[in-house]
């Protein structure tokens, strides 16, 4: 006999890992939604005025999340490497009114020189259904998100990376230092 409690909690329990694994959670080609979020210095930015340079990563964060933090020197080496073909990088802080004070000295220590944003009611975090962070959302210049992932592994970084490369033209990214090519 079926135990139709057990099996309903047990699919709910399956469905919350997927979630929590870091499951890219939009239907492929789905339309971001536009935003306009304050920088750093109180200036706004708009996600769909950047659209109409490039590609746009946006990684939503917070000062008190360790894997957010890990994660910011991979985001700046996609940054370095496509910056010049117009590829933006958003960091979005979720910090609170407590904790938002440490954000602009958290990115300076770092030497980040990515966008950074604030969203301290989460209101733009919830447009894109981020349920916890680090969260990276990869959109390309037609709006559509191409990438998603949620959670921090280096493998999230190559991934990035692989899904980045394929919005440019070949050779358009920097090359990696230490791999010049030899002259005869």
Not at 50 to 56: K, S, T
Not at 80 to 102: E, M, T
Not at 116 to 124: A, E, G, I, M, R
Not at 151 to 174: D, I, M, Q, W
Request: proline share 6%.
């Amino acid at each position: 006999m079926i135990d139709w409690g057990r099996t309903a909690l047990a699919v709910v329990f399956a469905a919350g890992l997927v979630l929590v694994a870091g499951s890219v959670s939009y239907a492929k080609d789905a339309v971001a939604p536009d935003f306009t979020l304050p920088n750093l210095t109180g200036e706004d930015v708009t996600l769909s005025k950047l659209l109409e340079e490039g590609p746009v990563i946006v990684d939503f964060w917070a000062t008190w999340c360790k894997p957010c933090i890990k994660a910011f020197p991979d985001l700046q080496q996609v940054f370095d490497n496509y910056k010049d073909c117009g590829l933006k990088v958003l960091a979005v802080s979720v910090d609170g009114p407590r904790s938002s004070s440490r954000v602009a000295s958290l990115i300076k220590s770092k030497g980040n020189t990515f966008e950074v944003l604030l969203d301290p009611s989460q209101k733009v975090a919830k447009k894109l259904h981020v349920t916890s962070v680090p969260r990276t959302v990869l959109i390309d210049t037609n709006g559509k998100i191409v990438y998603a992932v949620t959670g921090y592994r280096p493998t999230n970084h190559e991934k990035l990376e692989t899904a980045v490369s394929a919005l440019f033209p070949k050779g358009c990214e920097k090359e990696p230092e230490g791999e010049e090519e030899a002259v005869e």
